[in-house]
């Protein structure tokens, strides 16, 4: 069985994912869509980096380099909540925004002669802190966490998350008809609002006959899975806590085993909202604000579909024939069983059944979910050719004339910049699990999140960061003092190691210019002697043997070639 690579999020880590695999029957669930069925909790530096800045890096965890997300953070402002190892205004303007002193302090060191950066920097818990007391971690205490927009980093494997149709707020989650924002579409449009019937799957424990209660005397003939949960509850595959902390759970965990499979109510209570219950908690509990004595008030499967909807549910589903390559598409109703959703009547079965011979099949597919897996480059300028891998670029979906599978749908590319502005890129070319896009030329610097769009389905986001071209226009030399005009020098650490520097090779030694100044746009520098070339050293990348004009230095010449008397 091939393996898969675990997909990831930037931010919010924890929720269910909606993928089996191709074990029958199916549960535990590999990891092979949306996010892993764990939880993230206690973190540390070393746990941080058990995923994060990896070598080789986890893609799908952190596609981006972390030096550069972090230096473009430069001369933007900080938000709030947040924590900088150095606070102040360290530049004096008089707005708190980030500066190179903000996480970095040069201490003096006598033994080496030089100033060394302090190490406390790298401790990813001096600023992605911790809160709570329930086991909430950073990835849940984003803004767009804390206000329900799960699909922000989750993709349209959860739909919209908690958020109206125009993610204005909260909709209310029993209200099935009302149009709180005026767009005329019901709030709670893509939840069924008609009555439940044998095939409406239950999160858990469904009956043998769909409706009644357990004693009924009707014969169960359905199938069970290791820990007793029939056909036709969500854990009949996503199933109860199993594996052992540390130890792989499946074949398939991918580069991010070992992995630990959790209880939905662990991965759902340890977000971190579990320790505001009164706000917080009825999202899924709605009657818990009226009566906070209920526990553990237990929601339908209605409520739960305030997430994971029918948009997605019948949506999500891995490409079978060859898992993780590029040969085929992504066919509903045409799959192997135990690969998604509507891969095969079974699939249909493990969500729907009940105690009978036959179960009704998923509606129609719309374009299957596409998952990202990985960038082929995370750190790149403007203008550069990148390619996306994953799975369900491409599907087949249904003629709803002829009912054959003869329409195609592909995907476009999605970035959205750190001020939620998108740009929708159409690809040089798609095939199932790979996408290859150029970006503009004049796509400015910055962070940014790439997905897949497919119709209205949106993959889950990687991280993107798209770095300043660096451009020297001239260099100039009077009296020692060498001044480089350009673009793209970002700011200046007086600190060994800090990869910002002007060299130059003066009587075939290496020397350091002293920096007299250091803009984006101009360096000025002094060296002991004049210099005929110089090297410029950024935070992002470097410029060597640079032309210096007003030079009175000429190379020596070779002996016997000029010079002297013959």
Same mark, same amino acid.
């Given at each position: 069985?091939?393996?898969?690579?675990?997909?990831?999020?930037?931010?919010?880590?924890?929720?269910?994912?909606?993928?089996?695999?191709?074990?029958?029957?199916?549960?535990?669930?590999?990891?092979?869509?949306?996010?892993?069925?764990?939880?993230?909790?206690?973190?540390?530096?070393?746990?941080?980096?058990?995923?994060?800045?990896?070598?080789?890096?986890?893609?799908?965890?952190?596609?981006?380099?972390?030096?550069?997300?972090?230096?473009?953070?430069?001369?933007?402002?900080?938000?709030?909540?947040?924590?900088?190892?150095?606070?102040?205004?360290?530049?004096?303007?008089?707005?708190?925004?980030?500066?190179?002193?903000?996480?970095?302090?040069?201490?003096?060191?006598?033994?080496?002669?030089?100033?060394?950066?302090?190490?406390?920097?790298?401790?990813?818990?001096?600023?992605?802190?911790?809160?709570?007391?329930?086991?909430?971690?950073?990835?849940?205490?984003?803004?767009?966490?804390?206000?329900?927009?799960?699909?922000?980093?989750?993709?349209?494997?959860?739909?919209?998350?908690?958020?109206?149709?125009?993610?204005?707020?909260?909709?209310?989650?029993?209200?099935?008809?009302?149009?709180?924002?005026?767009?005329?579409?019901?709030?709670?449009?893509?939840?069924?609002?008609?009555?439940? +019937?044998?095939? !409406?799957?239950?999160?858990?424990?469904? *009956?043998?006959?769909? &409706?009644? =209660?357990? #004693?009924?005397?009707?014969? @169960?003939?359905?199938?069970?899975?290791?820990?007793?949960?029939?056909?036709?509850?969500?854990?009949?595959?996503?199933?109860?806590?199993?594996?052992?902390?540390?130890?792989?759970?499946?074949?398939?965990?991918?580069?991010?085993?070992?992995?630990?499979?959790?209880?939905?109510?662990?991965?759902?209570?340890?977000?971190?909202?579990?320790?505001?219950?009164?706000?917080?908690?009825?999202?899924?509990?709605?009657?818990?604000?009226?009566?906070?004595?209920?526990?553990?008030?237990?929601?339908?499967?209605?409520?739960?579909?305030?997430?994971?909807?029918?948009?997605?549910?019948?949506?999500?589903?891995?490409?079978?024939? +060859?898992?993780? !390559?590029?040969?085929?598409?992504?066919? *509903?109703?045409?799959? &192997?069983? =135990?690969? #998604?959703?509507?891969?095969? @009547?079974?699939?249909?079965?493990?969500?729907?059944?009940?105690?009978?011979?036959?179960?009704?099949?998923?509606?129609?597919?719309?374009?299957?979910?596409?998952?990202?897996?990985?960038?082929?480059?995370?750190?790149?300028?403007?203008?550069?050719?990148?390619?996306?891998?994953?799975?369900?670029?491409?599907?087949?979906?249904?003629?709803?004339?002829?009912?054959?599978?003869?329409?195609?749908?592909?995907?476009?590319?999605?970035?959205?910049?750190?001020?939620?502005?998108?740009?929708?890129?159409?690809?040089?070319?798609?095939?199932?699990?790979?996408?290859?896009?150029?970006?503009?030329?004049?796509?400015?610097?910055?962070?940014?999140?790439?997905?897949?769009?497919?119709?209205?389905?949106?993959?889950?986001?990687?991280?993107?960061?798209?770095?300043?071209?660096?451009?020297?226009?001239?260099?100039?030399?009077?009296?020692?003092?060498?001044?480089?005009?350009?673009?793209?020098?970002?700011?200046?650490?007086?600190?060994?190691?800090?990869?910002?520097?002007?060299?130059?090779?003066?009587?075939?030694?290496?020397?350091?210019?002293?920096?007299?100044?250091?803009?984006?746009?101009?360096?000025?520098?002094?060296?002991?002697?004049?210099?005929?070339?110089?090297?410029?050293?950024?935070?992002?990348?470097?410029?060597?043997?640079?032309?210096?004009?007003?030079?009175?230095?000429?190379?020596?010449?070779?002996?016997?070639?000029?010079?002297?008397?013959?």
């Amino acid at each position: 069985m091939n393996r898969k690579s675990v997909i990831l999020a930037i931010a919010l880590l924890g929720a269910t994912v909606f993928t089996v695999s191709a074990a029958v029957p199916p549960p535990p669930v590999n990891q092979y869509l949306g996010i892993p069925d764990t939880v993230f909790n206690q973190m540390t530096e070393t746990a941080c980096r058990s995923c994060h800045n990896q070598n080789p890096p986890i893609a799908a965890v952190d596609p981006t380099y972390l030096p550069d997300r972090h230096h473009l953070l430069v001369d933007t402002l900080i938000p709030t909540p947040n924590a900088v190892p150095y606070p102040g205004d360290w530049d004096s303007d008089g707005i708190n925004d980030y500066t190179c002193y903000s996480c970095h302090t040069a201490t003096w060191d006598p033994v080496s002669m030089s100033y060394v950066l302090d190490p406390n920097f790298r401790d990813c818990t001096v600023c992605h802190q911790q809160t709570g007391t329930s086991g909430g971690t950073v990835h849940h205490r984003t803004a767009l966490a804390q206000t329900g927009d799960c699909a922000a980093c989750h993709g349209s494997f959860v739909d919209k998350g908690l958020l109206d149709p125009n993610r204005n707020g909260i909709i209310a989650a029993l209200d099935k008809t009302d149009d709180t924002n005026n767009d005329g579409i019901a709030d709670g449009g893509w939840i069924p609002s008609y009555q439940g +019937s044998l095939v !409406t799957p239950w999160p858990s424990k469904k *009956p043998a006959n769909g &409706l009644g =209660g357990p #004693g009924t005397g009707v014969k @169960d003939s359905r199938l069970s899975n290791a820990f007793g949960e029939k056909q036709g509850s969500c854990k009949y595959c996503h199933s109860n806590r199993t594996g052992v902390e540390g130890q792989p759970v499946s074949e398939n965990s991918g580069p991010f085993a070992p992995v630990m499979v959790y209880t939905n109510s662990e991965t759902h209570h340890t977000t971190g909202f579990f320790d505001q219950a009164l706000t917080k908690c009825q999202w899924c509990h709605t009657d818990f604000q009226s009566n906070p004595a209920l526990k553990s008030p237990t929601p339908s499967i209605r409520t739960c579909e305030i997430c994971h909807g029918i948009p997605s549910l019948h949506n999500i589903q891995e490409d079978s024939a +060859s898992p993780g !390559t590029n040969s085929t598409n992504i066919t *509903p109703g045409a799959e &192997l069983a =135990g690969y #998604g959703h509507i891969g095969a @009547d079974s699939d249909c079965k493990g969500c729907h059944g009940f105690d009978s011979t036959t179960t009704s099949a998923a509606p129609s597919s719309g374009p299957v979910i596409p998952a990202l897996y990985y960038l082929s480059a995370s750190s790149v300028q403007a203008g550069a050719a990148i390619e996306l891998t994953g799975t369900a670029f491409i599907n087949q979906i249904q003629n709803p004339l002829t009912g054959t599978y003869d329409r195609t749908v592909t995907s476009d590319v999605v970035l959205t910049n750190a001020a939620g502005a998108q740009l929708v890129l159409a690809p040089v070319n798609v095939f199932s699990n790979a996408i290859q896009v150029v970006l503009p030329a004049d796509l400015p610097a910055g962070n940014y999140t790439i997905a897949a769009k497919k119709g209205p389905k949106l993959s889950n986001p990687l991280n993107l960061t798209v770095t300043p071209k660096l451009s020297v226009a001239s260099a100039t030399v009077s009296s020692n003092v060498v001044t480089i005009n350009g673009s793209g020098f970002s700011s200046y650490l007086n600190a060994a190691d800090s990869s910002t520097s002007v060299t130059a090779t003066i009587a075939t030694q290496t020397v350091n210019g002293v920096i007299q100044s250091w803009t984006d746009t101009k360096i000025v520098a002094k060296f002991a002697a004049t210099p005929s070339l110089v090297n410029v050293n950024t935070v992002f990348g470097s410029k060597a043997n640079i032309p210096v004009s007003g030079s009175s230095v000429t190379p020596p010449t070779k002996p016997g070639k000029g010079g002297g008397k013959k």
